[in-house]
């Protein structure tokens, strides 16, 4: 699609809901002209509106829940939809999951992703250094992912999910259909917290703690206001 052909239409369409009855007459006639011209159609046009960014997932083929939480914690919040996905690199899988939405959903996404990705590895990393060394690796990872899932649930408590209009859902959905001709499969994600020890639920409790002290602010889509930070 030629961009600047399609921004002339929108801007046709834009003037098409101009009070003045000419003026909305003609810029119709001209939009629908364009169209025809190029065989661009609405639903072209929807799908045009739909943007994507990709941010790096810090996991591997197949997302800790902890990870999984927290992308679709910032979809939510911004109105954005998400795709996981992973491509070997040498002998180890490294993974990355792509936002898109409209109107600037999908680049604040996934600048909030970014963010809290760091601020939940560094934590849970200080988490981590505060344990016996002696124990089981099995056990760290396990302690590990608990606390990180309950730092996301924390987190989590301050997101009003972002109510999209009907219009932005047949838009999204227009993308997701013309993009992936099959149906997306569904990725189920690791959990390494199975098995959980009575003495792990202090692992949950300090990651609760930790993430209430995180500052989640959604700001304006379509911007980078989102402020995103720790209250410590």
């Not at 988490?127 to 124990?135: D, H, I, M, S």
Request: charged share 25%; proline share 2%; with cysteine.
């Amino acid at each position: 699609m030629d961009r600047k052909i399609l921004d002339k239409i929108k801007k046709c369409l834009a003037l098409a809901k101009s009070s003045e009855a000419h003026e909305a007459a003609a810029a119709m006639r001209q939009a629908q002209k364009l169209m025809a011209r190029h065989g661009i159609t609405s639903e072209t046009l929807a799908i045009s509106d739909v943007e994507s960014h990709k941010a790096k997932a810090g996991a591997g083929k197949t997302p800790p829940t902890h990870v999984a939480m927290l992308a679709n914690m910032v979809a939510a919040a911004f109105g954005a939809e998400l795709v996981y996905s992973a491509r070997p690199h040498g002998d180890r899988w490294v993974g990355a999951v792509e936002f898109y939405g409209l109107n600037g959903a999908a680049e604040v996404a996934g600048y909030a992703f970014a963010v809290l990705g760091r601020q939940l590895k560094r934590d849970r990393n200080a988490y981590l250094a505060t344990l016996n060394k002696r124990l089981k690796r099995a056990t760290k990872v396990r302690r590990g992912d608990l606390y990180a899932q309950a730092w996301v649930d924390a987190v989590a408590r301050q997101v009003v999910p972002h109510q999209r209009s009907e219009a932005e859902d047949q838009a999204i959905a227009a993308y997701k259909a013309h993009r992936w001709e099959t149906p997306l499969e569904s990725r189920q994600a690791r959990d390494n917290t199975k098995g959980m020890r009575s003495h792990d639920y202090d692992a949950w409790h300090q990651g609760r703690a930790d993430g209430k002290k995180v500052s989640f602010h959604q700001g304006v889509t379509g911007s980078r206001q989102a402020a995103i930070g720790s209250d410590s």
